[in-house]
């Protein structure tokens, strides 16, 4: 089983609608959460980092954590052509010896104008 | 305030030959970590660096070594280079090792590695 999974999608979705990325995780005691978002071509960018169950918000950005189910999302709200990008979600494992961001394959967000 | 630099932004070996690429850091991050990305495989970490020293390694062979001097610019080398080494090559800061709140890591444009 992968560390981090997420569906590769590609996930399309109409302009202005809700997009819905997920992502599961294997270590049950990993503590921090981040999704970047890359454009192609691009390097990852930090778009939100959750630590504590429930929802964070940052403008049309709401990641949403899930410890107990080992799930992380993130909801874009309004979605724009702008935000076609691959959304990789990042997890710090605690267990084991190496605390880097292990990261999932990514899923790759189409918003069809 | 200047971001993740590397260099070179682009390069093109061949087999067998060998590589160094450049990372200088975001001023006061004092962590710098090195990712190697694929299309097959994803985002992959190498190693991480803090205070000159090696803190963590990925599961990567002996070829891929790296360093960090005591401004915290830091450099990988890739020796004796297999074609499956062709990929995109990270580095990401930090003000210290350990990820939270405000201490986040961020990216730089990365080197692009071609292996003939």
């Known amino acids: 089983q992968k560390e981090v999974e997420q569906n590769s999608g590609p996930l399309s979705v109409p302009e202005g609608a809700i997009a819905s990325l997920n992502c599961t995780y294997s270590d049950r005691v990993s503590q921090s959460f981040f999704w970047y978002r890359q454009y192609s071509g691009k390097s990852p960018e930090l778009i939100m980092s959750?630590?504590?169950?429930g929802d964070k918000e940052d403008g049309r950005f709401t990641a949403q954590l899930n410890k107990a189910s080992q799930y992380v999302s993130l909801l874009i709200r309004d979605s724009q052509p702008s935000d076609s990008a691959t959304y990789l979600c990042a997890v710090i494992p605690v267990s084991g010896s190496a605390r880097q961001l292990t990261f999932g394959s990514g899923t790759q967000l189409t918003v069809l104008p | 305030k200047a971001g993740v630099t590397q260099t070179p932004r682009y390069l093109i070996k061949t087999r067998g030959q060998q590589v160094t690429l450049s990372c200088s850091p975001i001023?006061?991050?004092?962590?710098v970590s090195w990712y190697q990305q694929t299309p097959g495989q994803g985002l992959q970490f190498l190693f991480e660096?803090?205070?000159?020293?090696?803190?963590n390694k990925g599961n990567f062979p002996g070829r891929f070594s790296g360093r960090q001097f005591s401004n915290s610019r830091s450099e990988m080398n890739v020796s004796t280079l297999e074609l499956g080494d062709s990929a995109l090559y990270l580095c990401?800061?930090?003000?210290?090792?350990?990820?939270?709140?405000?201490?986040?890591?961020?990216f730089g444009a990365g080197s692009r590695l071609t292996v003939l």
């Open positions: 660096y803090f205070s000159e020293t090696q803190r």
């Open positions: 959750i630590y504590s169950n």
């Open positions: 990401a800061s930090s003000q210290q090792p350990n990820l939270s709140g405000a201490n986040v890591l961020t």
């Open positions: 001023s006061g991050h004092r962590s």
